[in-house]
């Protein structure tokens, strides 16, 4: 079965720097791979969707990866600001519109 | 103002007892799911429907039921058969590949 493994449990910057979170999965590669934000005691909110067929995604400050060979995505927020500090989810498409999800890294952004 | 509503917020339940978490959408989407997520784990599928009556297995539905009678609804009833219910559960609805989740309900055994 599909394994999705996130960087780490916990990500610690200071506020300006760019965060980077790995997330890598074993076996098949999905069509596309998503990533959320889940601030505490509430859903997962979308933020990118990247296809296999697409090496790089932007959305303002966010930046995500693709890399099919080596089957990792990295997740970059820019000029990182404490209201970024959540909980970042990686999800892979299995089918009939069904994810598959990390555990999720916290990020938390120092002023 | 469209989303995803989950209902209640917090719930209790005694053992032995069946439950049932409300999830209602005013998105028009057709697929709906249930998510159960435990601290530090990721979301887990427990059932999902792709139309009104039909609804699919997901990686942990032993315990759990649904139905999808209407298109808006999809009720998640946690049996006593589910042997360690105490989660938060997530709904969502997909509109093509992006799932709009709902606020959770935290389901607590006491």
């Known amino acids: 079965s599909q394994k999705i493994e996130q960087n780490s449990e916990a990500l610690n910057i200071q506020e300006g720097k760019t965060a980077t979170l790995t997330c890598n999965y074993t076996?098949?590669?999905?069509?596309?791979l998503q990533w959320y934000r889940q601030d505490p005691g509430r859903g997962p909110v979308f933020l990118l969707l990247?296809?296999?067929?697409?090496k790089e995604k932007r959305k303002e400050r966010l930046k995500v990866t693709f890399d099919t060979t080596l089957k990792q995505s990295l997740f970059h927020i820019t000029a990182s600001q404490p209201a970024d500090s959540a909980t970042y989810l990686c999800?892979?498409?299995?089918?009939?519109?069904?994810?598959?999800f990390g555990k999720g890294t916290m990020l938390l952004v120092s002023p | 103002d469209g989303g995803i509503t989950q209902s209640p917020k917090y719930l209790f339940r005694k053992e032995g007892q069946n439950v049932t978490l409300s999830c209602e959408q005013n998105?028009?989407?057709?697929?709906m799911y249930w998510y159960r997520q435990d601290p530090g784990q990721g979301l887990r599928l427990i059932y999902y429907s792709q139309i009104v009556n039909d609804f699919q297995k997901g990686d942990i539905a032993e315990g759990y039921s649904v139905s999808r009678e209407k298109k808006e609804s999809f009720p998640l009833t946690v049996t006593s058969a589910q042997k360690n219910p105490t989660a938060f559960y997530l709904c969502?609805?997909?509109?093509?590949?992006?799932?709009?989740f709902g606020q959770g309900t935290r389901l607590t055994v006491v």
């Open positions: 990247i296809r296999e067929n697409e």
């Open positions: 969502a609805a997909n509109r093509g590949t992006e799932a709009f």
């Open positions: 076996n098949y590669s999905p069509a596309y």
């Open positions: 998105l028009n989407h057709d697929a």
């Open positions: 999800a892979l498409e299995m089918g009939y519109s069904t994810l598959t």
